[in-house]
């Protein structure tokens, strides 16, 4: 009985600790070891930020071994409230309207009234279990000419100071420049943290920090492959994307070489994009297809995150041609005619694995730094053969830019995909 | 006499009689705006349906539309939106305004502003995706969006609120549109939401908000002008990685010490300044017949390559790689080194009104200092920098 009393006990004052701490606002802040490098500590622990840009798909992403999210915005606090059930912090962004959205940065009427919307904002989420880093803008230096910008990034990293002393202040900026690492260190110095998103420029933005004499400490704030806005583009425009193989094994190197070497400077990293979105194509950042399936860039993640492969791996497109010329090259083909797409995957643990392959139109796009675009609606098209590593169709009769994607996946869903544009003339 | 001095007697009563009885006024006239603010004829956009003032109600996949007739603000009905502009380019409706008839903004554009009521059925929001557009007959657009400051309470939820555009928000100067001539007001939403909204009418609004200064530009049309002042514009210099190169002390104003030893593998061979504070800096009117002069101190000349980037344009980086040609032995270790901006590859495809960095790699074991950097006037043979007499 008293046996009985003891545990009842227990489990009455380990429910209500559990309670007390998930209701309590966690303290982070930046500080130095003793090695003299940079740290995050969460409520008194060193915290290495193994994260995600991330909307949802929370209880893989927790499974892959990841422990935070960065979102871009505050206009969706379940989004916090699913992190923190998930046990995920939040690096929360607030969103200071860049200059190529409209924005005049001379404009006092739309700068006082974005500060003061802010404002409200980070009065709003402050006290959230979940938050562990503000993001003060995103990528406002993209094509930008007002410098003013900064005033306004100034302004509100020190009202966060003044409200809430709990949690570090960061910007964040598209790549690495000196000209922008001097107006952030000269006009912001209420910020904490540089943030930077560097696809292709992640190989030398250790380094370039360094050069640029930034002092204070950094994270990798999106990360994954070169852009579209970096890819060889045919001599229609349309822009070349890599194989998901190809894909994923850059992503491996970029986190092990290159994020995860750097413990001076470095606070941890989010990866772009654990979920899916249309930048160019429907594939090129998005860690999962449109319908949900992970791409075997989530095991790349989890093996970065964990150092261990799940149990479960997606197959792996390495190669895809069309008419027996390689990805990278032009492929200009005649209406209505018959042509060959070949891919190479490897299949890894899998025994069997299901081979689609799905036709768009060209979606030429000018958005740039992640503004939203349209996906195109598929389209139908004949095919004349189809095997595990080989399609034989008939190009569309009107003349224009396509796109031919090929989907390979396992039973579980488990992804890789890789396409290749053509023009039909 | 005295008749003539009763007259004036009298006349001065009458005088000071009168001065009594005047009536109050302003040493100025009324202030013009709130006369027109009241005589604007077109002061009502929307208040119910039956006035039939609006477009683009038809229903798509977009956006559904109706005329909800219970919690009016005003009027027997008001106008629910629902959308979602993930499928579509535009989703919009249109306030024809008194039936199309030319409005003329000019000269309420300082006193007025729009004012509508918004609600939600449920929760809080202080954000919409919502613009307001003003078409002139010249098909000309400017916009103007929710500001917080003029929302009422700080948030749109279950509650009529107040919605404020003040028509000085609109930006018809940017977009050179006629508000003198004004056909229409659309209200257009991006992304997807759900709002109602009613009572759509021109009001008195004062707007005490200015347009500050372009800050971002520093122009240049004369010489001489030194470049890369103060150490805080300098990159590249960082002793807590590499010795490479240093900040010098042998040259007036900024200068780098150079020591590159062949047996070095690491990249901190380069590095930049900003020709003026990291700002837009404009030498379009100049930059044809400037040149870049600064000082070596060297035993032997090194071998180096400039680099010049500007913050916006097709060709954002031009570059040349100097040689014997672009230096003067001065004697005593000194050189002194001119590059003509035209002697730089592609220099027509580069913005000169942009100018963000110049910047040098060493390109080979080398040991000099290198310093007092100014652009300068030079009207010679770009191929031959040196031999311009004017120098």
Redesign the interface.
């Known amino acids: 009985m008293e046996r009985n009393i003891n545990i009842l006990f227990f489990l009455v004052i380990n429910f209500i600790s559990t309670i007390t701490s998930y209701s309590q606002v966690s303290r982070v802040e930046v500080t130095t070891n003793s090695s003299g490098n940079f740290e995050l500590h969460r409520n008194g622990i060193p915290y290495y930020i193994k994260g995600a840009g991330a909307k949802d798909h929370f209880d893989l992403l927790v499974n892959s071994g990841a422990n935070s999210i960065r979102v871009w915005s505050t206009n969706n606090k379940s989004l916090l409230d699913s992190a923190y059930n998930h046990g995920l912090t939040v690096t929360l962004g607030l969103h200071v309207r860049p200059e190529r959205s409209g924005m005049d940065y001379n404009d006092e009427y739309a700068v006082k009234g974005q500060i003061e919307f802010l404002k409200n904002e980070v009065l709003k989420y402050k006290d959230h279990p979940a938050l562990l880093v503000w993001g003060i803008g995103n990528e406002v230096d993209l094509k930008y000419s007002n410098f003013k910008v900064w005033e306004t990034i100034e302004i509100l990293a020190k009202f966060i100071k003044e409200v809430d002393p709990n949690h570090p202040t960061m910007t964040v900026i598209a790549g690495v420049d000196p000209s922008k690492v001097f107006y952030i260190k000269k006009y912001c110095p209420s910020i904490d943290i540089l943030g930077i998103n560097v696809y292709g420029s992640i190989e030398k933005a250790g380094i370039n920090l360094r050069k640029f004499n930034w002092d204070k400490p950094y994270i990798v704030s999106e990360w994954g492959v070169n852009g579209p806005f970096e890819a060889r583009k045919t001599s229609w425009k349309a822009k070349i994307e890599p194989p998901n193989g190809l894909k994923a094994d850059q992503r491996q190197r970029r986190y092990k070489d290159l994020i995860e070497k750097d413990k001076e400077i470095c606070l941890g990293s989010y990866c772009f994009l654990w979920g899916q979105k249309q930048e160019s194509t429907a594939t090129w950042h998005g860690m999962f297809l449109s319908n949900g399936n992970p791409t075997e860039a989530v095991d790349v993640m989890q093996f970065c995150w964990t150092g261990k492969w799940p149990e479960s791996r997606a197959p792996s497109i390495k190669d895809i041609s069309l008419e027996n010329v390689g990805w990278k090259k032009d492929h200009i083909l005649a209406p209505s005619t018959q042509a060959t797409l070949k891919i190479e995957f490897s299949k890894y643990n899998n025994t069997e694995v299901i081979v689609e392959y799905v036709l768009y139109p060209e979606a030429f796009s000018d958005k740039i730094g992640g503004d939203i675009q349209k996906s195109p609606d598929p389209l139908n098209f004949e095919i004349l053969n189809q095997n595990d590593n080989e399609l034989t169709f008939v190009t569309p009769k009107s003349k224009g830019a396509y796109r031919m994607f090929a989907f390979v996946k396992n039973k579980r869903g488990q992804s890789s995909v890789a396409n290749i544009p053509f023009l039909v003339k | 006499m005295k008749l003539i001095l009763k007259i004036f007697i009298v006349i001065l009563s009458f005088c000071f009689l009168s001065c009594g009885k005047m009536r109050n006024v302003n040493l100025y006239e009324p202030s013009k705006s709130v006369s027109t603010f009241e005589k604007f004829p077109y002061k009502i956009l929307f208040t119910e349906s039956d006035e039939n003032g609006l477009w683009g109600l038809k229903n798509n996949k977009c956006k559904h539309i109706s005329f909800e007739n219970t919690k009016n603000y005003i009027g027997k009905d008001h106008l629910y939106i629902n959308w979602d502009a ?2 579509c ?1 535009y989703v919009a409706v249109g306030l024809k305004w008194s039936n199309y008839k030319v409005k003329n903004l000019e000269p309420i554009i300082e006193s007025s502003a729009i004012e509508l009521r918004v609600r939600i059925d449920s929760g809080e929001i ?2 919409v995706p919502m613009f307001f557009v003003l078409s002139d007959y010249g098909g000309k657009q400017c ?1 103007a969006n929710i ?4 929302l009422e309470g ?1 948030k749109i939820d279950t509650v009529w609120r107040k919605i404020l555009i ?1 028509l ?2 609109f ?1 018809y100067k ?1 977009r050179d549109v006629n508000m003198s001539n004004i056909k229409e007001l659309r209200l257009e939403f991006q ?1 997807k939401g759900d709002l109602h909204i009613d009572n759509i009418r021109i009001v008195e609004h004062t ?1 005490d ?8 530009v520093k122009v240049f049309d004369t010489w001489p002008i030194k470049l890369g002042i103060g150490k ?2 300098w ?4 002793t ?2 590499s010795s490479n190169l240093q900040f010098g002390e042998s040259f007036k104003n900024e200068s780098v010490l150079v020591d590159i030893k062949k047996s070095t593998k690491d ?2 061979n ?1 590095f ?1 300044f ?1 020709p003026y504070g ?3 800096v404009n030498i379009s009117s100049i930059f044809s017949t400037s040149a870049i002069k600064f000082k070596i101190k060297a035993d032997k000349i090194p071998k180096i390559q400039a680099f010049m980037f500007s ?2 344009g097709e060709k954002r980086m031009i570059q040349k790689i100097l040689n014997n040609s672009n230096f003067i032995n001065k004697g005593n270790g000194i050189y002194e080194a001119y590059l003509p901006l035209k002697s730089l590859i592609d220099f027509q495809k580069f913005r000169w009104d942009e100018l ?2 110049i910047r040098f790699k060493i390109l080979e074991e080398a040991h000099f200092e290198i310093g007092e950097f100014q652009l300068i006037e030079f009207r010679g043979n770009p191929k031959k920098p040196t031999q311009w007499k004017g120098i």
């Open positions: 993930s499928k380019n202080s954000n916009r500001n917080y400051l003029n700080g003040p000085q928000a930006n940017k992304r707007h908000f200015q347009k500050t200064k372009e800050t971002s805080e514009h990159w590249g210099i960082n807590k990685y990249d901190w380069t930049g900003s990291w700002k837009r913050y916006k963000k960095e």
